[in-house]
């Protein structure tokens, strides 16, 4: 089965950018659709950006963090990035990539979450 794997979370000041990766192995070939996810003290998990694996990346986003953050995939490296940018405190958090192996369906595969802090 794939496993995922992110990386990428730490401490970055308001306004700031990170770059968060989730790597497949043994590949990303039999993944339909990658998604993230975060999860903060007390709160509820909340997806934040979907791509589709197909001829057209397709991509969604919550409407939070339209505009700041950029899902993207390099199938050559195994690899889904969420790009993060004008961070804000309230996007402190762990952040997951999740995906599935079905073209419809619940996410079946999860990574561990990295943490990300957006503190001055």
């Known amino acids: 089965q794939v496993r995922l794997v992110e990386s990428g979370g730490g401490l970055v000041q308001p306004g700031g950018s990170l770059t968060l990766s989730c790597e497949a192995s043994?590949?990303?070939?039999?993944?339909?659709?990658t998604g993230w996810f975060r999860q903060a003290p007390g709160k509820e998990r909340e997806s934040l950006a979907l791509i589709s694996h197909t001829d057209v990346d397709n991509t969604f986003y919550r409407d939070s963090v339209k505009g700041r953050f950029t899902i993207s995939r390099d199938n050559a490296k195994n690899t889904v990035y969420l790009q993060m940018n004008d961070l804000k405190p309230e996007d402190t958090a762990v952040y997951l990539c999740a995906a599935r192996e079905s073209i419809t369906g619940t996410m079946n595969i999860w990574g561990q979450g990295t943490q990300v802090t957006v503190s001055s």
């Open positions: 043994p590949s990303i070939r039999t993944i339909y659709a």
